[in-house]
Each structure stands twice: as structure tokens, then as C-alpha cells.
């Protein structure tokens, strides 16, 4: 019976140890949840610490941070884990960073424990150095602080995409955006009018089509077309009559068989009707009939007399038709408008408020949302009135359209760059990540990468002002950066003080 009562009393113990152990290991902070093993697993004093032993003195290592900058906390005891008066201890930390840098901690007694003077400044993650000195008597003790940091090869950078930028200065773009809207240019639009009465008999262009110069868009029968000519063919006549007439008044003139008043009298009829037949040249020229053709008119079958042919004034884009066969149509009436829109007019709402920053001359991007492209050009007009509903004047800009993407009607945005400054400091936008409360960059040093908190300062949406965390020469994660971050947190690692 005795023997048996040992042995569970034994039983009983080293459950009782078991359980202690794990106590230690359970970080207060964390609601009694057990820690990961690994860079979390050490021995822990009263406070949940790491726990630093050697030769009777023992030291428990923390970092507080509530309401303070963080600073180290460090609380003696003796081989039996009883506090010691933090004055008898004098204690120097080192910690060394990755790239070399070392901060040197000295501390002062301060309730029962002692004070870092010095700032821990974050990332938390660096190995620590210990020294201790106590009756004469030195320790020294070395770990590791693991925080937002992990190690990938060279093979790893380049499976993952990460690309590997240099802190250091950037041009940094304030951009001002306005909306814009595609318009023909107005220089390169015909609206294109008959000049003459008539009745269209064909259409031979529709809306979408491309023209060449001088190409027949419409046929029309005019009347007033076929009176021209006959007037034309009638005045030309005239003059053969009157040439002829001059001709034999001036021979019998000369052979004094006529009096001098008949041959300047045919003169005369004659210089009028070489001045009529003129006239109804200049209608049918006006009518749009080339000069070149009117010799053959007389040749001409009748019943081409009343054939008119409307043609494109300039190379370009139907845009819009407005005529049918059938259709009786005026002089004036606007039946086909023309564009070449090869290059075209982006106009542009500059509010008030923004009329100091557009400059005459100065480049602009055109962006498209719904067509997903962008091109440049530069303001070459600034308008001079500020309307009254909109309150915002019109600038405008060509665009080179040899492709045909920009239509008019389109609604685009126009970006400008309203300041351009160089500064000192600046990362990628896209190198930007959230770990824990802090905005970082992931910093390369050798096959390291380290999460960096950073002071930000302005941006231009590709480059982010760095105002303090960094310096220049640091190399840092640049693009695809999310990689790195998706790697330490495979990690476990955790912010233990």
C-alpha cells in the first residue's frame, strides 16, 4: 500500500510540472492561447518574458509599450527566481540589426526593474546581446528577436516576381484632372449643300464611308443646272455670230464700202457678248462645273444637261447623310457633312479655379476609360470666356488619329501636371504593404527581406514621399511585394514582448 501511494504521488508531480511548463509558455496577452513552437519557444519568467539565466543571476526581458515609445523592461532575479534590487545590477543590450547597424542600450533602476533609456525602435527584430555585470561578477547572454522578417533566395525572388527598386530621389507629379470630350476638327469638317436646286436621282455615299477629294457623292436633276448651260451654249453662239459679223464689217471698212460707225458698232456687240458668254461660264463655274469642260459642252448629249454632280470638297469620313433618291432638295440644304479624322479636337472644361494651371503649349494626357488607352498631346488653345451655368472655360488640344479610335462624342478625362518636385526620399507606390498598425516597405539586405514602418509623405499615385525609415541606397521590394508579406505571414511569426 505504501509503495502504491509513492507512486501516484510521483504521478502527480510530474503532472504538476507538465502543466507549469505549459503555463510559462502561454503568453499573457494572448487569452491563455498556447504559443506556436519554435522562435517562441524559451524559457519565461513571472511575466511571461523570455527568461535569460547564468551562473545565479537571471534576467527577464521585455519591451513595454503602453502609452510609452517602446522600451525595455528588464527585471533581476536570483538562481531561485526571487526579484533582486534592480541597483545591484548594471546592464548593457546591444542590438544588431540586419545591414549592420547596431543600437547600444544602457538602463537605469527604476522600481523593481531596469529602465531602457533608449527608444527600441520598431521593426522589433534584431539579435539581442546581453551584458550584465553583478558583485564584480559579468554575464552575457545572445538570442534572436524574429519580427516581420524572412529569408528568400534568389531563385525565390524570381518565381515570385519581386522586383528589387533603390530608395533614393523621384520627380514627383501633382497631376490635375479635367473632363474632355473627342470633337471633329473643325478646320477638316465640309458641310456639303447642293448650290442648286434639283431632284436627287442617286446616292452613292452613306454615313461611315471614305471619301477621296472630288468624288461624287450625289446625282441631282436640275433645271436650273440645264438653264445655265443653255444659256452658256446660247452666249457662245452669240460671239461666233458677232465675230463673224465684225469680221466682214471690218474688211468693208477698210474698203471704205461701209461707213466706220457699222464696224465699231459690231465691235461693240461683239466685246458684249464675249462678256455675256464670261458670265455664264463664271454661273456654271459657281454651279461647280470645271472651266476645262465647257469647251465640250456644245458636244454633250441633251439629256445631260440637267446632270449634277455632288462632290466631296476635302478626303474624309461620311458623318452624316441627310438625302434620299426622290428627294427635292435647295441650294442651300445641307446634305452630307464631311470629317477627316485623322486628327481631331479634344476640348476641355478648365475650371475657374483652375485656369492658373493650364498653360498654352503645355502637354497633356487623354485617357479613355471605356477604350482602355491613352495618348498625349498639347494645349494649343485656352478660351477666353468662363461660361456662366458651367463656370469653367474651354481649352483644347489635337490628338493624331490615324487609326480612327478616338470618335467624336467620346468622353474622356484630361490629366496635367499641376506641380512637378523633386524628392529626396521616395519608394514605389505598388512597394507600399499594412503590417500590423504600420504602412512598411520590405527592405533587402543579402537574402533578408525586413518589414520597415515608415513616415509617408505625398504621393502622385506612382511614387510615395518617404519621410522618415528610410535612407538613400536601401533596397527594397518594389513591385509584387504582397509575395514577401504572404511569406512571413506563412511564418507565424508574432509580436512577442
Given at each position: 500500500m505504501?509503495?502504491?501511494?509513492?507512486?501516484?504521488?510521483?504521478?502527480?508531480?510530474?503532472?504538476?510540472?507538465?502543466?507549469?511548463?505549459?503555463?510559462?509558455?502561454?503568453?499573457?496577452g494572448s487569452g491563455g492561447?498556447?504559443?506556436?513552437?519554435?522562435?517562441?519557444?524559451y524559457p519565461r519568467g513571472p511575466h511571461g518574458a523570455r527568461l535569460l539565466s547564468a551562473d545565479g543571476l537571471q534576467v527577464e526581458m521585455t519591451i513595454y509599450e503602453t502609452g510609452v515609445p517602446p522600451q525595455?523592461?528588464?527585471?533581476?532575479?536570483?538562481?531561485?527566481?526571487?526579484?533582486?534590487?534592480?541597483?545591484?545590477?548594471?546592464?548593457?543590450?546591444?542590438?544588431?540589426?540586419?545591414?549592420?547597424?547596431?543600437?547600444?542600450?544602457?538602463?537605469?533602476?527604476?522600481?523593481?526593474?531596469?529602465?531602457?533609456?533608449?527608444?527600441?525602435?520598431?521593426?522589433?527584430?534584431?539579435?539581442?546581446?546581453?551584458?550584465a555585470t553583478r558583485g564584480g561578477q559579468e554575464h552575457s547572454w545572445s538570442?534572436?528577436?524574429?519580427?516581420?522578417?524572412?529569408?528568400?533566395?534568389?531563385?525565390?525572388?524570381?518565381?515570385?516576381?519581386?522586383?528589387?527598386?533603390?530608395?533614393?530621389?523621384?520627380?514627383?507629379?501633382?497631376?490635375?484632372?479635367?473632363?474632355?470630350?473627342?470633337?471633329?476638327?473643325?478646320?477638316?469638317v465640309a458641310h456639303v449643300v447642293p448650290r442648286l436646286q434639283g431632284v436627287v436621282t442617286e446616292v452613292l455615299k452613306k454615313e461611315g464611308d471614305r471619301v477621296r477629294q472630288g468624288e461624287v457623292l450625289a446625282i441631282l436633276s436640275s433645271?436650273?443646272?440645264?438653264?445655265?448651260?443653255?444659256?452658256?451654249?446660247?452666249?457662245?453662239?452669240?460671239?461666233?455670230?458677232?465675230?463673224?459679223?465684225?469680221?466682214?464689217?471690218?474688211?468693208?471698212?477698210?474698203?471704205?464700202i461701209s461707213a466706220e460707225r457699222d464696224y465699231l458698232e459690231a465691235k461693240r456687240v461683239l466685246d458684249e457678248s464675249e462678256l455675256t458668254l464670261?458670265?455664264?461660264?463664271?454661273?456654271?463655274?459657281?454651279?461647280?462645273?470645271?472651266a476645262a469642260a465647257l469647251p465640250g459642252l456644245a458636244a454633250a448629249p441633251a439629256d445631260t444637261f440637267a446632270r449634277y454632280e455632288?462632290?466631296?470638297?476635302?478626303a474624309g469620313t461620311v458623318v452624316e447623310r441627310d438625302v434620299t433618291v426622290g428627294e427635292a432638295v435647295s441650294a442651300d440644304e445641307r446634305i452630307f457633312t464631311i470629317a477627316d479624322l485623322t486628327t481631331v479636337w479634344v476640348e476641355v472644361s478648365v475650371y475657374a479655379k483652375d485656369l492658373g494651371v493650364v498653360r498654352q503649349g503645355q502637354e497633356a494626357a487623354v485617357l479613355s476609360t471605356d477604350l482602355g488607352t491613352e495618348s498625349k498631346g498639347r494645349i494649343n488653345f485656352i478660351g477666353q470666356l468662363v461660361g456662366k451655368e458651367t463656370r469653367a472655360a474651354t481649352a483644347r488640344l489635337t490628338l493624331s488619329n490615324a487609326n480612327g479610335q478616338w470618335r467624336p462624342g467620346l468622353f474622356v478625362t484630361v490629366t496635367?501636371?499641376?506641380?512637378?518636385?523633386?524628392?529626396?526620399?521616395?519608394?514605389?507606390?505598388?512597394?507600399?504593404?499594412?503590417?500590423?498598425?504600420?504602412?512598411?516597405?520590405?527592405v533587402k539586405y543579402g537574402d533578408w527581406f525586413e518589414a520597415r514602418p515608415l513616415e509617408l509623405g505625398r504621393t502622385d499615385g506612382q511614387w510615395v514621399e518617404v519621410l522618415s525609415g528610410l535612407k538613400a541606397g536601401d533596397l527594397y521590394a518594389a513591385a509584387n511585394s504582397f509575395a514577401v508579406k504572404a511569406e512571413i505571414g506563412k511564418l507565424g511569426a508574432t509580436h512577442d514582448h
Open positions: 505504501h509503495k502504491t501511494t509513492v507512486f501516484i504521488v510521483a504521478i502527480v508531480g510530474v503532472i504538476g510540472l507538465a502543466v507549469a511548463a505549459a503555463i510559462l509558455r502561454t503568453d499573457p492561447a498556447a504559443e506556436p513552437a519554435g522562435a517562441l519557444d525595455f523592461r528588464v527585471y533581476p532575479f536570483d538562481a531561485a527566481l526571487k526579484a533582486l534590487p534592480p541597483g545591484e545590477v548594471e546592464l548593457v543590450v546591444e542590438l544588431h540589426r540586419l545591414g549592420g547597424r547596431i543600437d547600444r542600450i544602457t538602463f537605469t533602476p527604476e522600481a523593481d526593474y531596469l529602465r531602457g533609456i533608449e527608444v527600441v525602435e520598431e521593426p522589433h527584430s534584431f539579435d539581442v546581446k546581453v551584458f538570442y534572436a528577436q524574429i519580427e516581420g522578417k524572412v529569408q528568400l533566395g534568389a531563385d525565390q525572388i524570381k518565381s515570385a516576381g519581386i522586383v528589387i527598386g533603390t530608395v533614393g530621389p523621384r520627380t514627383m507629379q501633382t497631376i490635375l484632372e479635367l473632363p474632355g470630350e473627342i470633337k471633329a476638327d473643325e478646320t477638316r433645271r436650273e443646272l440645264a438653264n445655265a448651260k443653255s444659256q452658256y451654249l446660247t452666249a457662245a453662239h452669240h460671239v461666233e455670230f458677232a465675230r463673224v459679223t465684225l469680221d466682214r464689217e471690218e474688211a468693208l471698212w477698210k474698203k471704205k464670261q458670265l455664264a461660264g463664271q454661273q456654271l463655274g459657281v454651279l461647280g462645273m470645271a455632288v462632290r466631296a470638297p476635302l496635367l501636371v499641376r506641380e512637378e518636385t523633386v524628392i529626396a526620399l521616395a519608394v514605389s507606390a505598388d512597394a507600399i504593404q499594412t503590417f500590423r498598425d504600420w504602412q512598411v516597405v520590405f
